[in-house]
């Protein structure tokens, strides 16, 4: 692979060679594979990630652009949020300095590396807000796995780029992950993101003889966690002093494409992209250039 990685889409610049210094070495990357997971260097500055802060504040008070796509509208943040957990899905489509930070070409770089693709392009993105832990109240980010919600890629080899806004440790409820657990063939059963309930799910992995190791991504300002999409991976409640704020980039490898795959309901499996990326062939473009930019390609 060519590292510097000239790219070949307008507007995405080439690795500088600072940028390649920051990527991850041939050991960072035999133990993402093994291990499911890596935490960056600190690949972007505190102003870069003051100013990711900044524009979700913006994106919040409901200051947002106009997308390309009318179809995004529905995902449009409404000023009603709650005092729990928040994600947005699409919100870097409503703000340009999410776009400009979350496209990085450096994410691209790095993810191009661990998952040994030639390219990489954006699947999509979640603003998340994880508000302090109060009484009667506590928000967590069930364990899952982010392929058992992307049953309609061909690939199994995407990965997550974690930011969060300032320093993130176990106090205030990190990303979390079980590890080895990407080896894991029958985990997804009983996870969900949206529960609560860790030590139960927690304890049916264990009834199938899982021994479980839970790492915790600690993670200093401007530093970004990478993990793959068959990790086992959630965060317990925020007991710091403030709200958890973050970002999560979701990515694709060069060879992802739609698939048709039906689910034990008989259903066949969907994702929000399918109703966003132009078609081609009646079946959703997963290399739609506006939903789905590249961020890095080598040649």
Same mark, same amino acid.
């Given at each position: 692979? +060519?590292?510097?990685?000239?790219?070949? !889409?307008? @507007? *995405?610049?080439?690795?500088?060679?600072?940028?390649?210094?920051?990527?991850?070495?041939?050991?960072?990357?035999?133990?993402?594979?093994?291990?499911?997971?890596?935490?960056?260097?600190?690949?972007?500055? !505190?102003?870069?990630?003051?100013?990711?802060? =900044?524009?979700? !504040?913006?994106?919040?008070?409901?200051?947002?652009?106009?997308?390309?796509?009318?179809?995004?509208?529905?995902?449009?943040?409404? @000023? =009603?949020? @709650?005092?729990?957990?928040?994600?947005?899905?699409?919100?870097?489509?409503?703000?340009?300095?999410?776009?400009?930070?979350?496209?990085?070409?450096?994410? /691209?770089?790095?993810?191009?590396?661990?998952?040994?693709?030639?390219?990489?392009?954006?699947?999509?993105?979640?603003?998340?807000?994880?508000?302090?832990?109060?009484?009667?109240?506590?928000?967590?980010?069930?364990?899952?796995? =982010?392929?058992?919600?992307?049953?309609?890629?061909?690939?199994?080899?995407?990965?997550?780029?974690?930011?969060?806004?300032?320093?993130?440790?176990?106090?205030?409820?990190?990303?979390?992950?079980?590890?080895?657990?990407?080896?894991?063939?029958?985990?997804?059963?009983?996870?969900?993101?949206?529960?609560?309930?860790?030590?139960?799910?927690?304890?049916?992995?264990?009834?199938?003889?899982?021994?479980?190791?839970? *790492?915790? /991504? +600690?993670?200093?300002?401007?530093?970004?966690?990478?993990?793959?999409?068959?990790?086992?991976?959630?965060?317990?409640?925020?007991?710091?002093?403030?709200?958890?704020?973050?970002?999560?980039?979701?990515?694709?490898?060069?060879?992802?494409?739609?698939?048709?795959?039906?689910? @034990?309901?008989?259903?066949?499996?969907?994702?929000?992209?399918?109703?966003?990326?132009?078609?081609?062939?009646?079946?959703? =473009?997963?290399?739609?250039?506006?939903?789905?930019?590249?961020?890095?390609?080598?040649?």
């Amino acid at each position: 692979m +060519n590292e510097q990685g000239r790219v070949e !889409e307008a @507007g *995405i610049l080439p690795l500088t060679p600072e940028q390649v210094a920051l990527l991850p070495s041939d050991e960072d990357v035999c133990f993402y594979r093994e291990h499911g997971y890596y935490l960056s260097q600190q690949i972007f500055s !505190e102003a870069q990630v003051d100013a990711l802060l =900044d524009a979700s !504040e913006r994106y919040y008070a409901g200051e947002v652009d106009e997308p390309g796509n009318p179809a995004l509208r529905r995902y449009q943040p409404d @000023g =009603d949020y @709650g005092n729990g957990l928040r994600k947005h899905d699409y919100a870097s489509f409503f703000s340009r300095e999410l776009a400009r930070l979350t496209r990085s070409p450096l994410i /691209g770089a790095i993810a191009a590396r661990l998952a040994g693709s030639p390219s990489i392009r954006l699947w999509h993105d979640q603003l998340l807000y994880k508000p302090v832990d109060y009484a009667n109240k506590k928000v967590s980010v069930g364990w899952h796995t =982010d392929r058992q919600y992307w049953r309609s890629c061909s690939s199994t080899t995407m990965l997550t780029a974690w930011i969060p806004f300032h320093d993130c440790g176990e106090e205030m409820g990190t990303i979390t992950f079980f590890d080895r657990s990407l080896q894991w063939a029958d985990k997804a059963e009983g996870l969900n993101f949206f529960s609560n309930d860790l030590e139960g799910m927690e304890a049916r992995l264990k009834m199938h003889d899982r021994s479980i190791v839970k *790492i915790p /991504g +600690n993670l200093k300002k401007g530093q970004v966690s990478f993990h793959h999409c068959l990790t086992i991976h959630g965060s317990g409640p925020n007991y710091g002093s403030a709200p958890r704020r973050s970002i999560a980039v979701h990515l694709q490898d060069e060879a992802n494409r739609y698939q048709r795959y039906r689910q @034990g309901n008989g259903e066949l499996a969907s994702h929000a992209n399918d109703r966003l990326c132009r078609e081609v062939e009646d079946v959703p =473009d997963y290399t739609d250039p506006y939903v789905c930019p590249v961020l890095f390609r080598t040649r």
